[in-house]
């Protein structure tokens, strides 16, 4: 069974950048499609907004409070995925989550990339890391 663990997240001023690590065991993780999520303070867990979706060949789409700020990119060599957050905001503070789709499962590969909310998606989650982006 896939089992997810991010990690990378802390404390960065506006405007700094962090690296965010998924790393994934139990399965390959180019068998999957890759959501970045992120929960903000205060917000349900049906409220966690689909950063990005990253396919098995590296192709990402993003979500437009992200767009070039975020990059998103695999290593199934070492069974990982990484965000790299650049330019960040206060807005930006938030659980951080990656989250895997069998890439398989084609209609759910696609709900994931045009944000279809979580609830409705069959995702496999890590447990998440914390970004708080304050002075």
């Known amino acids: 069974q896939l089992q997810l663990v991010e990690s990378g997240g802390g404390l960065v001023q506006p405007g700094g950048s962090l690296r965010l690590s998924c790393v994934a065991s139990g399965a390959p993780l180019n068998d999957y499609a890759i959501g970045w999520f992120r929960q903000a303070p205060g917000k349900e867990y049906e409220e966690r907004e689909t950063?990005?979706?990253?396919?098995?060949?590296?192709?990402?789409n993003y979500a437009e409070s992200v767009k070039g700020r975020f990059t998103a990119s695999r290593d199934n060599a070492k069974n990982t995925v990484y965000l790299q957050m650049n330019s960040l905001k206060p807005e930006d503070t938030a659980v951080y989550y990656c989250?895997?789709?069998?890439?398989?499962?084609?209609?759910?590969?696609?709900?994931?990339?045009?944000?279809?909310?979580?609830?409705?998606?069959?995702?496999?989650w890590g447990q998440g890391t914390q970004v708080t982006v304050s002075s």
């Open positions: 989250g895997a789709v069998p890439a398989a499962n084609f209609m759910s590969v696609h709900n994931l990339c045009i944000g279809i909310n979580v609830q409705h998606l069959p995702v496999s």
């Open positions: 950063v990005l979706c990253l396919l098995s060949d590296n192709t990402a």
